[in-house]
């Protein structure tokens, strides 16, 4: 059975960074992906990695602000953010599967794709 486990959410200023962790027990995952949902809003794919070659896709709303690493021997998924805006703020929910899909398939942003999930960590953007 694989359970995730996020961490590293917390308040953070407009501008400032942020690097959050999942931390998964059991199967090593295929893929592993970051979405988050803020309030009154649907679930939002924000990047995913592929397991074997660290192969790596970012959403719209993040790209060019976020960096999505693991780390194999630890079994752990990093999301680095940057420059921060207030509408970053949300529940950041880490997924993953033991499937490696394809670089451009598009499963990899899609959450029905991923089977195991955390229960999230809360990232605030605020002043």
């Known amino acids: 059975q694989v359970q995730l486990a996020e961490s590293g959410g917390g308040l953070v200023q407009p501008g400032g960074s942020l690097r959050l962790s999942c931390a998964v027990s059991g199967q090593t995952p295929g893929s592993a992906v970051w979405f988050r949902r803020a309030p009154g809003r649907a679930r939002e794919f924000v990047a995913t990695?592929?397991?074997?070659?660290?192969?790596?896709r970012n959403g719209d709303a993040v790209k060019g602000r976020s960096t999505v690493t693991r780390d194999r021997a630890k079994k752990t998924v990093s999301l680095q953010m940057n420059r921060l805006k207030a509408e970053d703020t949300a529940v950041y929910y880490c997924?993953?599967?033991?499937?490696?899909?394809?670089?451009?398939?598009?499963?990899?942003?899609?959450?029905?794709?991923?089977?195991?999930w955390g229960q999230g960590t809360q990232v605030t953007v605020s002043s």
């Open positions: 990695i592929r397991g074997f070659d660290g192969s790596t």
């Open positions: 997924a993953s599967t033991p499937r490696a899909y394809n670089r451009g398939s598009t499963y990899r942003s899609n959450q029905l794709a991923y089977e195991d």
